[in-house]
């Protein structure tokens, strides 16, 4: 700002404090559009006296004139669901702050999407605002104000009229995404090794080969039932209920934010997470015995030894299968997981003949690792966005969003093509069709965010 647009809006300020406190250019009119019973959207209209204007949600310059601020006030029955927007506004170069400014003039709407949380039948949404109006000659600063709409909640009615199919969709979708994940784990280096040195194991151990089967069998049940018990204990410990209510906790979601940041590091090569090694000897010692108790130690050992690889995967299905608030959820999706985890280990006991067709272990299960950990930083960016929401700060907007997301896509797109390696990672003499294919994929989903805004 040049020395006369200062003072110009020094003297405005001042001007307005001493002989302005009566102006009320501005109308404000709050009302509560419900469509959606579950996602209510508060709507502040501004109805602006001819020759005034009040500014946009964004500020173009740090020289230029106070945005118009609107706060949905933090609370456990609702949240803000997504950006807060507004109607179409005017741009253009501001003569007195002599920057570029977006403003609105005759009428302003801005729209602040709710998501409901609570079961209450009455909720008041809370909520605060502040603008700065102005003419061609002053400009005044009215104090922030507040306001409280109350909602009648038809949310869980919508729900109870559902006859469960929306709960079973969720419930099928938590389960694919655990299948998913239980398939990426099995393609890492901590687990895919362990398949033919497990399966050989049961057959040269059993007497005959019905017994070896029926023993890899139990083996992958035991998987299951390690991985669903280890679901539902932490839902336990923690509760369903409370689980869903932090979802919406600013500190909630930067902690899971951070943590995923470190299982990311972690899939890079930065570091390796792994329990202690006291643990994993001691099942191991277990593992000798004979019986149901050795076989439920082997697959207890695999899922120990294993933890470098499978826990970023399970921490992150939890915190999503937790958003359903109850123990299904966490039930459903590590079901899912162990299942995909544990079948190979039953059908290779089964028909090991087809054990030659696995591929060799090698670079690739690395690459898969690192690959991981490019989704778990894009993961780990719906967490700060989530906590951004609920503060309202502005740092994680849309634009810086797609920005990450870009540069991460881009770096992966670019890493499967062999351009540059990570730590642990073997030379790429050339590049498979899958491996292309990926590459292709990750690049695409660059160029589709940057084509999208356009």
């Given amino acids: 700002m040049t020395r006369i647009g200062l003072f110009l809006f020094c003297f405005l300020f001042l001007f307005n404090s001493l002989f302005s406190q009566d102006i009320q250019p501005v109308k404000w009119n ?5 469509d959606n019973p579950c996602k209510p959207v508060i709507i502040l209209k501004a109805s602006i006296q001819s020759g005034w204007h009040i500014y946009s949600l964004k500020k173009l310059s740090d020289d230029g004139p106070n945005p118009t601020l609107i706060k949905l006030e933090p609370s456990p029955d609702y949240a803000l669901a997504d950006s807060i927007t507004e109607s179409k506004f005017h741009e253009e170069l501001d003569k007195v702050f002599e920057v570029k400014v977006r403003y609105h003039e005759k009428e302003a709407e801005f729209f602040v999407p709710v998501k409901i949380l609570s079961k209450k039948e009455k909720i008041i949404l ?10 061609s000659a002053r400009c005044i600063f009215p104090p ?3 306001f409280e709409i109350p909602y009648e909640n038809k949310c869980d009615e919508v729900s109870a009229s559902t006859s469960g199919s929306e709960a079973g969709q969720s419930f099928w979708s938590i389960f694919i995404q655990g299948f998913i994940g239980g398939f990426l784990a099995l393609l890492t280096p901590c687990v895919f090794p362990m398949i033919p040195m497990n399966v050989s194991f049961f057959t040269k151990r059993s007497k005959n080969k019905k017994e070896g089967v029926r023993n890899a069998f139990i083996y992958s049940l035991f998987i299951v039932v390690i991985y669903v018990s280890l679901g539902l204990g932490i839902t336990a410990l923690f509760g369903a209920g409370a689980l869903h209510s932090l979802s919406t906790n600013v500190w909630f979601n930067l902690a899971f934010f951070v943590l995923l940041l470190v299982f990311a590091f972690s899939f890079l090569g930065a570091f390796e997470i792994v329990l202690p090694s006291s643990w994993i000897n001691k099942a191991d010692q277990k593992s000798e015995k004979g019986g149901l108790t050795g076989i439920f130690f082997m697959a207890f050992t695999l899922s120990l030894v294993s933890f470098s690889c499978t826990g970023p995967i399970i921490g992150t299905l939890l915190v999503q299968a937790a958003s359903t608030g109850n123990y299904a959820g966490p039930f459903w999706g590590m079901f899912g997981f162990a299942l995909a985890l544990s079948i190979p280990f039953g059908f290779f006991a089964a028909f090991p003949g087809y054990l030659n067709s696995l591929p060799k272990s090698g670079g690739w299960l690395n690459a898969v690792k690192v690959t991981l950990g490019y989704l778990e930083l894009a993961l780990a960016l719906k967490f700060a966005s989530n906590a951004d929401l609920v503060v309202q700060a502005g740092i994680l907007t849309r ?4 920005t990450l997301w870009v540069v991460i896509f881009g770096m992966l797109g670019l890493y499967l093509l062999g351009l540059y390696k990570t730590a642990h990672d073997s030379d790429v003499k050339h590049l498979s069709v899958t491996r292309l294919m990926f590459a292709l994929l990750s690049l695409s989903m660059t160029v589709y965010p940057v084509s999208y805004t356009h």
Avoid at 30 to 34: E, G, T, W, Y
Avoid at 399 to 402: L, P, Q, S, T
């Fill in 30 to 34: 709050i009302s509560l559009k419900s």
């Fill in 126 to 135: 809370k909520g605060a605002y502040e603008f700065q109006a102005c003419d």
């Fill in 144 to 146: 922030a104000e507040t």
């Fill in 399 to 402: 634009e810086v969003f797609i």
